[in-house]
């Protein structure tokens, strides 16, 4: 009996037009183009501008386009899932926002938060229903607009992050292609090296949570950077073995895009070389949720049908984990 798999029938992403340049962040911080790309292997990042802008603009306008590249009415959208850390409120969910936007009048939706794993974790939860059978059509969005809660006065954050995302359709299919297996991973002891210190229940904002600058991204580099490449690598290959995937097996690793450093030693613990390694830090940085699928977006020229691909993350919380797909889209 042929089993039921979610497979990727569509993909788009959407970035802002401005561009942060390490140039510019010259102007801002104490640092260098030099001293930024050597650590990091970022060159630019895109900002979202404007009053009332936030996330769901990100995500509204991936989704519209990925609409339109496959032909697909908003009213055949069964649910809508948005991994994102900077929400446009607390509440509604910005998925529901989103939802609006397009006219998916049939969809519920929700939004998912685990940092920059978060869009794997949306994509395997989204994949779960058309497994089961339940829906059809599934729109997995990954999008966060970083720049809301960055301290362009911290230049061991603001050189990294950057905003943008992208979305995926997921239909069924009876072949061999799509979502095929995931590992995710979280650690709660981790969540001291890298979070937001207020805004949240435990510390509501106040006059001195602003004035101390609780509201943006804190993080502990060194201990982040450590626990990341030893993860995100180990998760990797573990997705290969349980697999029986080899390293020549392997067509793409789509990596989180956190920090050049952290991708180049994923890859080597994988056996695979650089050519085979989706890169798009050097011109986004890092969009937390928005990365992997940015990165496909990209990259999707070059990809084959039947290609193996090892999607693999690590963010705050800590949360890792590591998804392999089987590329189910003839070449773009």
Not at 80 to 90: G, K, N, S, V, Y
Not at 201 to 217: F, N
Request: negative net charge; hydrophobic residues 35%; charged residues 25%.
């Amino acid at each position: 009996m042929s089993r039921t798999r979610a497979v990727i029938t569509g993909i788009n992403a959407w970035v802002p037009d401005y561009v942060l340049s390490n140039e510019e962040l010259t102007t801002m911080v104490d640092t260098s183009d030099e001293w930024i790309t050597t650590r990091t292997g970022i060159k630019e990042r895109r900002i979202l501008k404007g009053k009332d802008q936030g996330t769901s603009v990100i995500g509204t306008q991936a989704v519209k386009g990925l609409l339109e590249k496959t032909n697909t009415d908003p009213n055949e959208i069964d649910l809508i899932i948005c991994a994102t850390t900077t929400p446009d409120m607390l509440f509604p969910a910005t998925a529901n926002i989103v939802a609006n936007e397009i006219g998916a009048k049939n969809a519920f939706s929700y939004d998912l938060q685990a940092a920059c794993s978060g869009f794997l974790f949306a994509l395997t939860t989204g994949s779960q229903f058309i497994e089961t059978g339940k829906y059809k059509k599934v729109i997995v969005i990954g999008a966060d607009k970083m720049s809301s809660i960055i301290d362009y006065e911290d230049r061991t954050t603001c050189i990294i992050f950057g905003d943008g995302g992208g979305a995926v359709l997921l239909e069924p299919t009876e072949e061999e292609y799509g979502i095929i297996d995931s590992i995710l991973r979280a650690d709660g002891s981790g969540a001291c090296h890298l979070h937001m210190k207020a805004g949240g229940s435990k510390r509501p904002a106040t006059y001195e949570t602003i004035d101390a600058k609780e509201h943006y991204v804190y993080q502990e580099g060194s201990a982040v950077f450590k626990f990341a490449v030893t993860n995100m690598a180990d998760i990797s290959a573990e997705i290969m073995e349980r697999n029986n995937l080899c390293s020549e097996e392997v067509a793409w690793l789509v990596p989180h895009q956190a920090n050049k450093r952290i991708i180049d030693a994923t890859a080597k613990r994988m056996g695979i070389g650089p050519e085979k390694v989706m890169m798009t830090i050097q011109k986004y940085g890092n969009t937390t949720s928005g990365t992997i699928p940015l990165c496909l977006h990209d990259y999707e020229s070059q990809l084959k049908k039947g290609d193996n691909l090892v999607l693999s993350a690590f963010g705050g919380g800590f949360t890792w984990g590591s998804v392999y797909v089987k590329w189910g889209l003839d070449p773009k």
